[in-house]
């Protein structure tokens, strides 16, 4: 059961509708932010020290000082890349959660309206709207705050190394 691919399927669709259409625009999101999460993880393993190593290697052999600040400069600058959209991103992430919940409490009292408080089933689908997107918006805000709290931390002792080498 757990190793068929069309329970995670059929699960990962009930999920989607009993979410509503804000769970589209959160994983929507949710892909951006981890995608700009991995490039940056990526950058941190495996092109920052090459590019470092580079850099290291240049004041070594001699290069001129517009060289080497023009070197620095583009390695500080790169360490800053998208850390800015991807810190934006985690913030907009319960916000869209948010969403979630007043179009799923406009569901519950929509029904409430049509049919009064008998039909528990309509209201239940109402709940699950209005709190299923807030759980993903959470989900996704805490996971994200804490790998670009990682890489934030990693660049700024990045950047004040980069500082003595250029010094």
Not at 21 to 31: G, K, Q, R, Y
Not at 49 to 76: D, H, M, W
Not at 80 to 88: A, D, E, M, R, V
Not at 148 to 156: A, D, E, G, H
């Amino acid at each position: 059961m757990w190793l068929d691919p069309g329970f995670w399927l059929d699960a990962l669709e009930q999920f989607f509708k009993s979410g509503g259409w804000v769970l589209f625009l959160l994983a929507w999101t949710a892909l951006v932010m981890w995608s700009l999460l991995l490039e940056r993880a990526w950058f941190r393993f495996r092109e920052f020290p090459r590019s470092k190593r580079q850099c290291l290697n240049s004041k070594r052999g001699g290069a001129s000082q517009s060289e080497l600040i023009t070197q620095v400069g583009r390695l500080q600058r790169d360490l800053q890349s998208s850390l800015g959209l991807i810190k934006t991103l985690v913030a907009i992430c319960p916000l869209i959660g948010l969403l979630g919940t007043v179009t799923g409490m406009i569901q519950v009292f929509d029904v409430l309206a049509f049919h009064g408080t008998g039909n528990s089933r309509l209201m239940s689908a109402g709940v699950a709207r209005a709190t299923i997107p807030t759980m993903a918006g959470m989900v996704l805000a805490v996971s994200g705050l804490l790998i670009y709290t990682w890489l934030q931390r990693w660049s700024q002792l990045q950047l004040t190394a980069l500082d003595r080498i250029n010094n």
